[in-house]
């Protein structure tokens, strides 16, 4: 019997001679295992699957995952180098090696509910890795994806040029990926990103989608539950946890987007890429409903609730502190932090999340009596019963008028850095400035009259 172990993988075994397992640092621990199989070596095996098991930062991805991939015999590890790869996808989807990934293991990433990455992008790296996978008879300059990347490694944009296609091209396409497709949640896009993907791939779509989801969306409102379907596949949750009751990980790091100016849902922040540090420092069912004057203390808050009953998920942003005046928010707004924006919203419908921000009149409030007051009476909450009429924010975000809470948050928002805070303060760092040397300029030209 020949077995194909390299000889410092070899050498690294000296279990074989003493009965102790050694491994050097710069050998990969997978290989060791893959030789320990071929010569029988059972306890070697056990030992080092142990060793992966017990420690997360004993993985090298994305090597390791693609190792894992085309290793039969690592079936124990599969679930756990899976897990690991969901909570940073893009190293494996913009690996190299990512094309060669076999369809078997691509289909159990793509079947994960904690894929951390925004369903629309999920689809158009599944295009890559068919477009690689259809054959020679495609044109490859066409069918180059172009991948965009901001600083934090977050998809802007994904293009792929689909003028010169044709209808073979798409034809062959289709049958790549057709037992991949299935698994992609369609139903989890926005209407702008669905409508995205219906433009340049209605070819390749399953037959009656279409029709489908543009129904589903007709029907759903934002301000209501998607009703449960056995056919739709349910939301992707984030693989990071996050303390929280009410909201989980993707739904923070929506909200970071928004406080950081992003209007839409396709370049939604990954969780542990948010500018910003969400502090829990109010929970209703430790801290009750009775001393919402402690919040004083806090000038940038995320406030969360959840409806009782219904389950319904609504909020507000609050970036400029509590009793300020319509004119103190324009100055603020002018001087002070021009990025922040003050915001209500919903994630009742997570599909269709609403956000509507303030326009004019009466800002955020906590009473003598203890009641939280945010637009006119946009959001007043009076210990566990709330009142929402929309006045001073441009959208409703709940139909009802009346209704008790489940629970609240509250969450300090802090920036991470100082590099943060100064971006954000840009336009005011700017004013200072420029009237700073208007300044100068005024006295030196006084001075030159006298």
């Known amino acids: 019997m020949e077995f194909n172990i390299s000889t410092d993988i070899f050498e690294d075994l000296t279990y074989i001679y003493s009965g102790k397992l050694t491994v050097k640092k710069n050998v990969k ?58 909570t940073d996808p893009i190293i494996i989807f913009n690996c190299k090696d990512f094309p060669q990934l076999n369809e078997g293991f691509l289909i159990r990433l793509l079947k994960r509910n904690d894929l951390e990455l925004n369903e629309i992008n999920i689809f158009y790296y599944l295009v890559k890795w068919g477009i690689v996978n259809t054959g020679l008879t495609l044109n490859k300059k066409s069918f180059s994806p172009i991948l965009i990347f901001d600083k934090d490694r977050s998809i802007l944009d994904f293009v792929i040029d689909t003028r010169k296609w044709t209808p073979i091209d798409f034809m062959n396409l289709e049958k790549t990926i057709r037992n991949c497709i299935p698994h992609i949640r369609f139903y989890q896009m926005s209407l702008g990103d669905y409508t ?77 890429n948010i500018h910003f540090k969400f502090e829990c420092v109010y929970r209703s069912s430790i801290d009750g409903f009775d001393k919402y004057d402690n919040l004083y203390k806090y000038k940038r808050v995320v406030i969360v609730i959840k409806v009782r009953n219904s389950g319904e998920i609504i909020g507000v942003y609050n970036p400029f502190g509590w009793d300020i005046s319509y004119s103190e928010y324009i100055l603020f707004k002018l001087f002070r932090d021009f990025l922040s924006r003050y915001f209500i919203f919903s994630l009742t419908n997570r599909v269709n999340p609403i956000i509507s921000y303030h326009k004019e009149g009466a800002m955020s409030k906590i009473s003598n009596e203890r009641h939280i007051l945010f637009g006119t009476s946009d959001l007043s909450i009076n210990g566990i019963y709330c009142t929402s009429e929309q006045h001073s924010f441009k959208k409703k975000i709940i139909d009802k008028v009346r209704f008790e809470i489940d629970e609240l948050e509250v969450f300090h928002i802090t920036n991470k850095n100082i590099v943060i805070t100064l971006s954000s303060n840009i336009p005011f760092l700017i004013i200072i400035f420029i009237l700073y040397w208007l300044w100068i300029l005024i006295i030196f030209i006084i001075l030159n009259k006298k």
């Open 196 to 272: 995205e993907v219906k433009n340049e791939f209605k070819d390749i779509l399953p037959n009656g989608l279409d029709d489908e989801i543009m129904q589903h969306f007709k029907d759903s409102n934002p301000l209501m539950r998607i009703p449960s379907n056995d056919n739709i596949l349910p939301p992707r949750e984030s693989a990071c946890p996050f303390d929280s009751n009410i909201i989980n990980a993707k739904d923070v790091a929506l909200i970071a987007t928004w406080i950081n100016g992003g209007k839409g849902k396709k370049h939604v922040f990954q969780f542990k």
């Open 29 to 86: 621990c997978l290989y060791v295992i893959i030789a320990a199989y071929d010569l029988q070596l059972q306890n070697v095996v056990e030992h080092l699957e142990n060793y992966f098991k017990e420690n997360d930062s004993a993985w090298k991805l994305p090597k390791d995952f693609f190792i894992i991939s085309e290793q039969r015999q690592l079936k124990q590890l599969e679930e756990q180098v899976l897990k690991l790869a969901c």
